[in-house]
């Protein structure tokens, strides 16, 4: 009898797990290297006896060793806690929760930061961003906090742009070629942004448990996708104004200027380590020399979302039709 009967594809990777996790998309066939993952409620989670090297709100992460990463997300008031081991190299995940109810959160836990720390150990080039399909090409949306790139990834999904990948994109390259593998299923969003993107108000909730937010999530896992990477033809950066301008700017960026905003947008960067920090930046060298890199102004106004989906979708199409000549 096989302990882990369910297969996913996430990432490039492919997933067996000895329970179901929502939002990941089944898998047949062997899509990429294995990654194992084995849940289990236990009483307590002890904390290491080393220090930490990262603590981020209430996440704590140690490295253990070279091959052996720790990640903790603990509610100091009512003492739950979950915890995901990343063994063998990125090669197995250790699932663990202390309580009952805490267990709807796990996944939401694993498909970001979780599967993360199995990436970065394998040294994968990890960006968070969002990327959609446009034109049979994949545009990549990145930009700080709020600045609006699931936002925008759901206005063009509901022009009928697919969705790649949400907050976490892995690309692969092959000589001057760069690629995005399919990420989950989910596309989460706040509900004021669901709703300016033209999605329902009444999205279900990410999270259940308060010490996370507030986000909602709409399921594309039932969707046809990919398992094939897709070539990414731009990169746009969401960059947030108070003031109101007269119009949207798209900025073109130099490789060296592009460079900077890939390595300021590394998903869960606090996890590298020093080899780690040097392939991204060869990686990032290497995205910036052959894939245009573009600053969009924006400012904060969800009235806005849909002009400026309008605007990548345009300036996309356009750039893939000079190509083309």
């Known amino acids: 009898m096989n302990a882990r009967p369910f297969t996913y594809s996430v990432y490039g990777l492919t997933v067996h797990s000895n329970r179901s996790v929502p939002g990941l998309r089944t898998s047949a066939a062997e899509a990429g290297p294995l990654v194992t993952i084995d849940f289990a409620r236990v009483a307590q989670c002890p904390a290491p006896l080393v220090p930490p090297k990262a603590v981020v709100g209430c996440e704590t992460f140690w490295r253990l060793s070279s091959n052996v990463w720790l990640l903790r997300y603990q509610d100091e008031t009512s003492g739950a806690a979950w915890e995901i081991e990343a063994t063998e190299g990125g090669a197995h995940l250790n699932v663990r929760w202390t309580t009952s109810y805490q267990i709807d959160d796990i996944p939401s836990l694993l498909l970001g930061p979780g599967l993360a720390a199995v990436l970065h150990l394998r040294r994968a080039f990890v960006l968070h961003a969002s990327a959609v399909k446009v034109g049979g090409g994949a545009v990549l949306i990145m930009g700080g906090s709020g600045a609006g ?68 999530y709409v399921d594309l896992a039932d969707e046809t996708w990919d398992t094939e990477p897709t070539r990414v033809q731009a990169i746009y950066v969401l960059e947030r104004h108070m003031e109101r301008r007269s119009g949207k700017t798209i900025q073109p960026l130099r490789p060296r200027q592009g460079l900077q905003y890939l390595l300021a947008n590394v998903y869960c960067s606090r996890f590298l380590d020093d080899e780690g920090r040097r392939e991204c930046l060869r990686r990032g060298i290497a995205l910036a020399n052959n894939v245009p890199v573009r600053v969009i102004n924006v400012q904060c106004d969800l009235a806005e979302i849909g002009s400026l989906a309008d605007l990548v979708i345009h300036d996309a199409m356009t750039a893939r039709c000079r190509e083309s000549t």
């Open 149 to 216: 790139k699931s936002t925008t990834a759901a206005a063009l999904v509901r022009r009928g742009f697919p969705l790649i990948t949400d907050d976490v994109a892995v690309l692969e390259s092959s000589g001057m070629s760069h690629a995005v593998h399919m990420g989950h299923g989910y596309l989460r969003i706040y509900e004021n942004s669901a709703v300016a993107a033209g999605w329902p108000a009444d999205l279900p909730r990410l999270f259940h448990h308060p010490i996370f937010d507030e986000k909602r």
